[in-house]
Structure formats: structure tokens, C-alpha cells
């Protein structure tokens, strides 16, 4: 029952191996950020490349494989099963089995065959049921290729950010890329602190959802037999509990935070150790050179 425990992703994970803990948290921001927005409006061969880039990442960052490597064969299998799904799934679309100019009129075009599918197996046959023939168009293969790799880089770009990032760390870089909004009048140190408590919380949440997921293995509740009405009964109760308890935990650190005077500090307090000497100079250098390289890379070859 501690399957949270044991896949942690999204939480930090305090040490001191690994280069990327050495790394400024604006330039780990920046990546994040790189990862996040450029997959996309992007063509099939940037997305398969993100994918590869962040598999080199993640197995030269010099991180235990302990903390990472049930997280990401967490997200691999889950990106793999949405791709192959939406891979399998009809789009929707049909498009006609006969052209509309005859081929010989255009050669280049329509070959000798006249299916647009790239691969195309059936009809199945079990038994004495038949399932049809299984068709994986260009369509379905382009979409799957999509789904699976934003999937990816999506959650375990982030992830890298949250394991090797503390939170103090994290605000005060979300303070400083946020900071001129405050000549707008933007309260940004107030974001700043919410943020920081959202994930100071997030452990407490997972902890609540574990509790309630113990208390109904341990209670032996059987779905099948209480049916649909029930079920959702069930989780609609589970669900309200959950919201209790959070919001219980809320209120808790609330009346925390008042008795201790209601003092809270600003963002630029947590101001991590910036200072750049001898290897973090290089490591640094070295990764905005690569980030500038990466962008312009993604200008010329990134376009659907």
C-alpha cells in the first residue's frame, strides 16, 4: 500500500550527488520551461528527440538510481500505453478506398495499392468470433507518436526539476522571473509564499490519500458486489473525506502559522547559494550555451 512511497514523483529528494543539484535553479527553470513549451506546434523527429535528450539526461545527471528509476519506468510504461491505445483507436476520419483521379493520371501519387494504412493485420479471428482487421493509418500513428512523448517529457522534465530543486529554491527562482510583474502591481512575494506552502502541503496529500486507500483494503471492500450506484457512492464518500482531511490539515497549519506570530518571510530570504566558483562556473556556462543551441536548433528543425 505505500506504491506513493515507493514512486515518488514531484518530491525532493535531499543530497549531494549528482551534477544537477549543482546546477542554478534559474538555468534548471529555463529547461524545465524548454521542455514544456517547445514540443509543441513541433514536428514528429524534435518530440522523439526531447525524449532521447531527457534519456541522456536522466542517466548521465550522476543521480542514485534510486531516486529516479522507479519514477521513470513509472511515466515510460504510462506514455507507452497511452501511445499504443490512441495508436490503436480509430481517429475518426475515413478517408475514400478509391481515388478520386484515376492512377495513371497521377503515378506519383497512388501506388499500386489503394489503402492509406500503414499497417494493416485481420480479420482477427478467436474462436468462432471475428473482431475485424486491425488498421493503423497515419493519422493514428502520428497521433500516438504525439501523445506519448508529450506524456513524457512533459512529467518527467518536471520531475527532474522537483527531485533536485527544494522548494525554498524553487520560490525564490519563481520570484525572480515573476519579479518585475511587481512594478505592475502584481503582490508577487504573496504568490510566492503560497506557492511555497502548496508544496509544503503536497506531501500531506498524498499521505491522506494513502490513509484512505489503507482504510478500504483493509476493509475488504469488494466492487463487484456492490454495483454501480454504490461504487459511486463509495468514491463520492472517499472523495468528501479526502477533501475533509486536507482541508482539516489546511486549517491546522493555518492556526500554526498564527500562533507562531503569523511571521512569514519573504522570498528573497530563501535566496540560495548563487555564488559561482571554479566547476559551477563551467557547469553553468556550459548549460546556457547548450540551452541557447538547443532553441536555435528547435527554429530550424523543430517545425511540423
Known amino acids: 500500500m505505500d506504491w506513493l512511497k515507493k514512486v515518488p514523483i514531484g518530491q525532493y529528494v535531499p543530497g549531494q550527488a549528482g551534477w544537477l543539484r549543482n546546477l542554478d535553479p534559474r538555468l534548471k527553470m529555463a529547461w524545465a520551461l524548454m521542455f514544456l513549451l517547445t514540443p509543441f506546434l513541433a514536428g514528429p523527429i524534435w518530440r522523439v528527440g526531447l525524449v532521447v535528450g531527457l534519456f541522456l539526461l536522466t542517466f548521465l545527471s550522476g543521480l542514485p538510481f534510486r ?18 491505445l490512441t495508436i490503436l483507436l480509430p481517429t475518426g476520419q475515413f ?14 501519387v497512388f501506388g499500386a495499392s489503394n489503402s ?4 494493416e493485420v ?23 507518436l504525439k501523445t506519448s512523448t508529450l506524456i513524457f517529457t512533459v512529467v518527467h522534465s518536471v520531475n527532474l526539476l522537483l527531485l533536485t530543486t527544494s522548494p525554498e529554491d524553487l520560490v525564490w527562482t519563481l520570484h525572480w522571473f515573476i519579479s518585475p510583474l511587481a512594478l505592475l502591481g502584481v503582490p508577487v512575494d504573496r504568490i510566492s509564499f503560497q506557492l511555497l506552502l502548496s508544496l509544503r ?4 496529500v498524498q499521505e491522506e490519500f494513502q490513509n ?6 483493509t476493509r475488504a471492500v469488494n466492487l463487484k458486489q456492490l454495483g454501480f450506484k454504490a461504487t459511486f457512492g463509495l468514491v463520492v464518500s472517499v472523495g468528501e473525506r479526502l477533501l475533509a482531511n486536507i482541508l482539516l490539515r489546511a486549517e491546522q497549519g493555518a492556526d500554526a502559522l498564527v500562533a507562531r506570530g503569523g511571521l512569514w518571510l519573504p522570498p528573497d530570504h530563501f535566496r540560495p547559494n548563487t555564488t559561482l566558483k571554479g566547476r559551477r562556473v563551467f557547469l553553468n556556462f556550459c548549460s546556457g550555451i547548450t540551452l541557447l543551441f538547443v532553441l536555435g536548433l528547435r527554429g530550424k528543425y523543430g517545425a511540423l
Open 122 to 144: 485481420g480479420p482477427i479471428r478467436f474462436g468462432g468470433f471475428e473482431l475485424g482487421s486491425l488498421a493503423i493509418g497515419r493519422r493514428s500513428a502520428e497521433l500516438g
Open 116 to 119: 492509406w494504412n500503414l499497417v
Open 95 to 108: 478517408s475514400s478506398p478509391f481515388p478520386i483521379r484515376s492512377p495513371q493520371e497521377v503515378p506519383n
Open 212 to 217: 484512505l486507500l489503507r482504510a478500504l483494503s
Open 201 to 204: 502541503f503536497l506531501p500531506l
Open 67 to 84: 531516486i529516479w528509476l522507479r519514477s521513470f519506468g513509472f511515466v515510460l510504461v504510462l506514455a507507452g500505453l497511452v501511445g499504443l
